[in-house]
């Protein structure tokens, strides 16, 4: 190293505390927990970010409870957890244009014998009985499939989800516990299972934690009740971000609006939601019609109820093309950044650093500030104004 080197080596690091400076070194820790089709878009737009040189570690802590489909049928007769939304999640974290990917979703048609499966399922649990257990074969998926991030199943036990509702029952079962009809006061696993140990590290350490988009309890919820994981959303010194659905799904979240969905989660784990993403335009009245007729509604926000609960509101397109009412990858993706970098505004003192987990201690500390003298420490706009902040809380 040259003696000039050395020397602008030195003034960095007399001028830097030792945190920041591990944080300039390191990429950012974005992890997303939840399962369906929603977490595959955060994945997917997270991916797109780094292909444009942007340095992230990406995680995913995903559900296994799924019991119904090619999941289901895999679950019951070899004891596994479910392999779907894993499997999802890694083919959303594969770059490019990846034909074993492309086979990995290929589902046999018809009902019989191999009908209804779908190919990465049986290869997770062809993995899963050669190497023993379910984790080890996720990791073998991801090397196979040159996956760009880490696939975390929740727990590495096969266990069932049960609801208790509101009206005293208590129902047993992803796909029993949305048709049951009623309102959710409580979930958990039939028995209690540690956390992965990954998926917690992943978590405690993030920068950035993302709750969905998707089912609310039987995805999101449900991919957090491993024991240890409350106390990780804790520790966490990033972001813990909800992507707020476009619309109510009938069975689980009938009639809630954005604060009962933070309050669902807070009630699980505590204060562990700092802020919500939403959609930022009125949606196609064709969609609000197709999905009205079905029993679901548009998900309301009120930023003043939010800014109440402490949580603030980011806004931003995200609605991705189609009939479907389907988050953008790459709109996600966009939004969750620019999130990072408003963030990065509570310090403007112009170090590269700022998005770092360190900064985001003295982040928090300032936001915490901003809450006790009722003003918000957030602009109202990013530096080029896609995404916009509530201004209170």
Request: aromatic residues 4%; contains cysteine.
């Amino acid at each position: 190293m040259k003696r000039e080197d050395h020397m602008l080596e030195d003034i960095v690091r007399a001028r830097l505390p030792q945190p920041v400076l591990r944080a300039v070194r390191s990429p950012l820790r974005v992890t997303a927990v939840g399962g369906g089709t929603g977490l595959p878009s955060v994945l997917g737009g997270l991916t797109r970010l780094r292909g444009s040189h942007v340095p992230m570690e990406v995680s995913a802590v995903v559900t296994t409870c799924d019991d119904g489909g090619s999941s289901g049928k895999i679950r019951r007769r070899y004891r596994l957890p479910s392999p779907g939304d894993i499997r999802n999640c890694l083919v959303a974290l594969t770059p490019g244009e990846n034909p074993l990917a492309e086979i990995f979703q290929h589902r046999f048609p018809g009902t019989g014998g191999l009908g209804g499966h779908t190919i990465g399922n049986l290869i997770l649990a062809a993995l899963a009985q050669r190497l023993g257990d379910f984790g080890s074969a996720v990791e073998a998926a991801t090397r196979l499939l040159g996956a760009q991030g880490r696939v975390l199943p929740s727990t590495v036990d096969r266990v069932d989800l049960v609801a208790q509702l509101t009206d005293g029952r208590m129902v047993r079962g992803e796909r029993a516990i949305a048709a049951a009809g009623g309102r959710v006061a409580r979930m958990r696993l039939k028995r209690p299972v540690p956390a992965n140990p990954e998926a917690l590290d992943a978590v405690s350490h993030a920068d950035l934690v993302v709750f969905g988009p998707g089912s609310l309890y039987t995805s999101v919820i449900a991919s957090l009740l491993g024991e240890g994981m409350r106390a990780a959303l804790a520790s966490c010194h990033g972001w813990r971000v909800l992507v707020l659905n476009l619309f109510t799904q009938p069975g689980e979240t009938d009639g809630y609006d954005a604060v009962d969905h933070v309050r669902a989660i807070q009630h699980h784990f505590g204060p562990v939601v700092d802020a919500v993403l939403v959609h930022a335009r009125p949606l196609p009245q064709k969609m609000v019609s197709a999905y009205a007729a079905n029993g679901a509604q548009v998900v309301s926000c009120d930023r003043d109820a939010l800014a109440a609960l402490g949580v603030k509101t980011f806004a931003s397109d995200l609605l991705g093309p189609g009939n479907k009412a389907r988050h953008d990858a790459a709109k996600l993706g966009k939004a969750l950044h620019d999130i990072l970098r408003s963030r990065r505004e509570l310090h403007r003192g112009g170090m590269a650093c700022a998005e770092s987990s360190a900064t985001l201690v003295g982040a928090k500390r300032v936001r915490s500030s901003s809450k006790a003298s009722g003003a918000s420490s957030i602009g109202a706009t990013t530096a080029r104004g896609r995404l916009f902040s509530s201004g209170t809380g």
